[in-house]
């Protein structure tokens, strides 16, 4: 527990976590990582009616700097002698919170501070910056962790081709696929990627080994046109032009993860 402290006729505001009331829930593209602070209210009538919570996040990293994880503002009523308790609610990506895992050992170590404002107060509004730690049991983080499911996943971001250069073509291709499948035109993208391979192929240099050739016996570079064309050889499915393929139906991920390895590919062409 921290305290805020304002002038004297004010008084000041002791601050604390609940206990267990961390929580990481699902949301759109990322993580809500939500709190309930506990404020204790003092005896005053020189503070008004409202009190402006401005807050941050932290993560130790000794013997580094603490590491910035988000912020979050609330607003509450002024209850003199009451302790308010609001929620706060922070927006994680998983990249952030696996991090958090990977340097944690044992329970998990955070740090709050909070900065509040009385804008109705009859003195100053401001006041001295509280700063909560909070410790949160292993086994509830790892409750907690488990209760994403597959939404915690790894996320890796590859790096888009310039739009000039010899490459410009494929570079279109991709970009129209992620255009179409903007559209949620999910076959249409997965050919515009198979367009991209095509362009690898011919302008990547990388020599076919051929069927008799062991796989153990493959250069470097055979290697990479086999993942080309593996990819490629999956792409073609969404033609539909024979009777196996016609009964293929691609998701979204697969389109996704598609044009991302083709992209991916494309960086190592000249």
């Not at 609001?86 to 909070?114: C, K, M, N, Y």
């Not at 790096?159 to 179409?180: I, N």
């Not at 050919?191 to 076919?208: C, F, I, K, P, T």
């Not at 009777?243 to 996704?256: P, Q, V």
Request: glycine share 8%; hydrophobic share 40%; aromatic share 6%.
């Amino acid at each position: 527990m921290d305290e805020l402290r304002f002038d004297k006729e004010i008084g000041t505001f002791a601050v604390d976590v609940g206990e267990n009331s961390l929580m990481i829930l699902k949301a759109a593209g990322t993580h809500c990582f939500q709190l309930q602070l506990a404020v204790h209210i003092p005896q005053s009538d020189q503070a008004g009616r409202l009190i402006v919570l401005e807050t941050d996040l932290f993560a130790p990293q000794e013997p580094k700097p603490k590491a910035w994880l988000g912020s979050a503002t609330h607003s509450l009523a002024f209850v003199p002698g009451g302790v308010q308790r609001p929620t706060l609610r922070f927006l994680l990506t998983s990249a952030q919170i696996l991090a958090l895992e990977a340097q944690r050992s044992g329970d998990l170590h955070l740090e709050l501070q909070v900065r509040a404002v009385l804008p109705q107060a009859t003195g100053c509004p401001g006041g001295s910056e509280a700063s909560v730690r909070i410790s949160v049991a292993e086994s509830r983080w790892r409750q907690q962790l488990e209760s994403l499911g597959p939404a915690l996943a790894f996320e890796q971001s590859i790096p888009f081709p310039a739009g000039d250069g010899p490459r410009q073509e494929a570079v279109d291709y991709l970009r129209s696929a992620q255009r179409r499948l903007g559209g949620n035109d999910i076959d249409g993208a997965i050919l515009d990627a198979r367009r991209a391979l095509e362009y690898v192929e011919q302008n990547s240099g990388w020599h076919w080994p051929g069927q008799s050739k062991s796989k153990e016996q493959r250069t470097q570079d055979e290697r990479w046109a086999w993942i080309r064309s593996a990819l490629a050889d999956q792409a073609s499915g969404a033609l539909h032009k024979d009777t196996l393929t016609k009964t293929f139906t691609y998701t979204r991920a697969e389109a996704e993860v598609l044009i991302a390895m083709a992209t991916a590919l494309l960086r190592l062409v000249p």
